[in-house]
């Protein structure tokens, strides 16, 4: 399989890039109940096998701090997030109304320590943007990456939308941001979020056709301003690693040399993989992977995000690989000996072979889909309202020295934005800006300009939370104990399965 592929002249692919690790050691003790397929346990085992493969030395590791209502609130509904700040196992009996309104109670149950849990993984993806807007080329939160979660309602397990909460974290460093999501489910929380916007293009490649959550139709190309900066790629059961790098590729080339974002988020959920528990491709970890490797090869600032995976002994090979992949090291198929290593057994290796399953998406469907894709972008190429407005460069900033950084620092930034912003962050970004390099640009009515510039200002807020940095030398123990879910993690028949409207 081919490997590099830019076609940017962003620099060659053999540079090491400056990759920093959010995990929070607490992440895997969150356990959403008995027989529910999604196990944050998974960041854990993920996080050992780092740590044993060596990886840990070669990033800078940091917990993420935990996102505060406020951060939450810039995309989600004050008494959305209110509600899940409150609830707990003991008081949801009294709170029906509110549980359904929320969507709260069965694929998304409510469990202890909920409301953290959701600062945590959210504070890792909002954090990993933060730095990533300061200098690092890529960020990982593999507890991050949960794609279903609306404004106002829980959804596919996800509770608070992180990823959306990033891209507005990004937004304010860059004019266009590219979101891509590989998870077996299409991204909707997301492609919402900015489906009325040009600043934001997002593209998910997944299963379509009386699937979870049931939208992501090539027809969906977005709408207004947004129209075609969305792009669904709808694939059937099987489908393998050439059948998928023969979409990807093509179509991700183009987003890149049309689209030019300042900045990528790869949803790198790994229900896509073959043997999933909830998922029907046939994608090995190399395929997979690929696309982490190929998004690395344009040298645009990467946020690498987790997402589904529930075969949770694949999801940890799979983003352990691909840690290594973002730090430019090819890792080891036999696995060190670590604390989860039963796991891992007959064969204790990284790699599993993809099944013999057949692949339902013919040459001729695959071509289909591409053409038609292809063809949409093209428009966008051509479409007289679309003139890429280069921002100068950042200012910039002092070399943070990441040993020296105050636990309680926070990076300043001098405005905040939330979802009800991009509309005038859209003027606002289109304010003429005197550069060499700027094209030419659409002047928007001054008054507008102004007051944009002044909405930004009442909003500034100069406080962000980004991460306070930890080194480890061997991963935290403690959670739910091996066995306790090994029972679970193979068996697919013993508990009720929430997987007939799931993620
Ligand atoms: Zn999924």
Redesign the pocket.
């Known amino acids: 399989m081919e490997t590099g592929g830019n076609s940017l002249p962003s620099g060659p692919d053999g540079v090491k890039r400056r990759v920093c690790y959010f995990y929070d050691p607490e992440v895997g003790n969150y356990y959403y109940g008995q027989g529910h397929p999604m196990k944050p346990h998974r960041i854990r085992m993920t996080h050992s096998l780092l740590s044993h493969y060596g990886l840990l030395q070669s990033m800078t590791v940091l917990k993420p701090f935990p996102a505060r209502d406020r951060d939450l609130c810039r995309f989600h509904a004050d008494d959305y997030v209110s509600f899940l700040r409150a609830i707990t196992p003991e008081t949801q009996t009294d709170q029906l109304r509110a549980l359904k309104r929320f969507n709260v109670g069965e694929d998304c149950p409510v469990f202890d320590g909920l409301y953290s849990f959701c600062q945590t993984y959210a504070g890792g993806s909002v954090g990993g943007a933060v730095k990533l807007n300061h200098g690092s080329d890529i960020a990982i939160n593999w507890a991050g990456g949960l794609?279903?979660a609306k404004k106002c309602e829980a959804s596919?397990?996800c509770y608070v939308n992180d990823i959306v909460l990033a891209i507005l974290e990004l937004l304010k460093q860059h004019e266009r941001v590219l979101y891509v999501d590989i998870?077996?489910?299409h991204g909707d929380g997301v492609e919402e979020a900015f489906y009325t916007t040009d600043r934001v293009m997002t593209v998910s490649f997944?299963k379509f056709g009386d699937y979870?959550p049931g939208t992501g139709d090539i027809r969906d190309i977005g709408y207004n301003k947004g129209k075609y900066y969305s792009l669904n790629v709808p694939l059937d059961d099987g489908i393998d690693d050439e059948s998928y790098q023969s979409l990807f590729k093509p179509i991700i080339g183009k987003v890149m040399e049309v689209f030019r974002p300042g900045a990528v988020v790869l949803q790198c959920?790994a229900?896509?993989l073959s043997g999933d528990r909830?998922?029907c491709f046939n994608l090995s970890i190399k395929g997979h992977a690929e696309c982490v490797r190929y998004m690395r090869s344009f040298n645009v600032p990467l946020l690498l995000l987790g997402?589904?995976?529930?075969t949770i002994r694949n999801v940890a090979r799979c983003w352990c690989y691909e840690t290594g992949v973002a730090l430019g090291v090819e890792i080891d198929d036999k696995m060190p000996p670590h604390e989860y290593y039963e796991y891992f057994g007959p064969d204790y290796t990284l790699h599993v072979a993809p099944s013999n399953m057949e692949n339902k998406n013919t040459r001729e469907s695959i071509e289909e889909i591409r053409n038609k894709l292809l063809e949409n972008l093209s428009k966008l190429q051509h479409a007289p309202s679309v003139q890429f407005h280069e921002r100068p460069p950042d200012t910039e900033l002092p070399e943070v020295d990441d040993d020296q950084e105050d636990p309680d620092e926070r990076l300043e930034h001098a405005s905040d934005m939330d979802i009800d912003d991009l509309k005038h962050q859209d003027e606002f970004s289109r304010k003429p800006i005197s550069n060499t390099r700027v094209k030419k640009e659409i002047v928007e009515p001054e008054l507008k300009d102004q007051e944009s510039q002044k909405g930004a200002a009442e909003h500034a807020k100069g406080q962000e939370a980004v991460a306070v940095e930890i080194s480890f030398s061997k991963a935290p123990d403690g959670g739910p104990t091996m066995n306790d879910e090994m029972g679970e993690h193979d068996s697919t028949n013993n508990f009720p399965d929430p997987s007939h409207h799931?993620?």
């Open positions: 794609h279903h596919g397990f998870d077996i489910h997944h979870f959920g229900d896509s909830l998922g997402g589904g995976g529930y799931t993620k």
